[in-house]
């Protein structure tokens, strides 16, 4: 167990609608990152959040966006859904402020778009 | 622009073969190499990982070997075993923005 939780497990939706997906990071740890997984794609770094400040953007489209409140957990927001957003959605957590070559993933959230 | 790329896609072997899994990167700027693997319905987790200042480094079964000067590194494991069967993902660490970047991923399946 990493000791990252993410909320929901699978997620079914229609495209154009939003949802939100949640993440718990490790205990102490300030970092939090957003991952997508596909088959074609690989895993996509997406967004970093270090203490409540977004730190570092990778491939995210303009209809998601993340936030990490004062408790250190993270929502991801994904808007007008479209059938290739259907992936695996990670969230992995460090300690510190920059990349670690270590990351604790979470065990995902499938998103389904039909 | 893929800047870690893995091979192969997925790869078969029997129980107590020598699993090989090869990565390639291009920017010189990377300066940390880990490895990832990942079970059926959870996320990855780092299993080894080594500086580019060293050729080769051991865990129990498992070896990274790096070659700077061809900018690829690899994932050996010895006495391949059917708990092995996972998604292994090759990344490196650095670059633009300072980030962990992930290769496609390989398919292993240890048959017993």
């Known amino acids: 167990d990493s000791g990252v939780t993410q909320t929901p497990k699978h997620l079914i939706t229609a495209t154009g609608q939003r949802v939100t997906l949640r993440c718990s990071p490790r205990?102490?740890?300030?970092?939090v990152y957003w991952y997508q997984q596909s088959l074609d794609q690989g895993l996509q770094f997406l967004i970093q959040?270090?203490?409540?400040?977004?730190?570092a953007k990778g491939n995210i489209l303009e209809r998601f966006s993340a936030q990490q409140f004062p408790d250190l957990h993270s929502e991801l927001n994904l808007s007008s859904l479209e059938l290739g957003d259907s992936a695996l959605y990670f969230c992995?957590?460090?300690?510190?402020?920059?990349?670690?070559?270590?990351?604790?993933f979470g065990s995902g959230t499938q998103l389904s778009v039909l | 622009q893929q800047q870690v790329k893995q091979s192969p896609q997925s790869l078969i072997v029997q129980k107590g073969g020598i699993s090989i899994i090869n990565c390639a990167y291009e920017?010189?700027?990377?300066?940390?190499f880990p490895w990832y693997q990942q079970f059926p319905g959870k996320g990855p987790a780092l299993l080894i990982a080594?500086?580019?200042?060293?050729s080769e480094k051991k865990e129990g079964r498992f070896t990274i070997s790096f070659n700077k000067s061809a900018k690829q590194f690899s994932l050996h494991i010895m006495d391949s075993q059917p708990g092995d069967s996972a998604t292994y993902f090759c990344?490196?660490?650095?670059?633009?923005?300072?980030?962990?970047?992930f290769g496609k991923g390989t398919l292993l399946t240890v048959n017993p």
């Open positions: 920017n010189t700027a990377f300066d940390y």
């Open positions: 205990s102490g740890d300030l970092s």
């Open positions: 990344a490196a660490l650095g670059g633009s923005n300072y980030k962990l970047t």
């Open positions: 959040y270090y203490n409540g400040e977004e730190r």
């Open positions: 080594i500086r580019p200042d060293v």
């Open positions: 992995a957590s460090s300690p510190g402020v920059g990349f670690s070559e270590k990351l604790f």
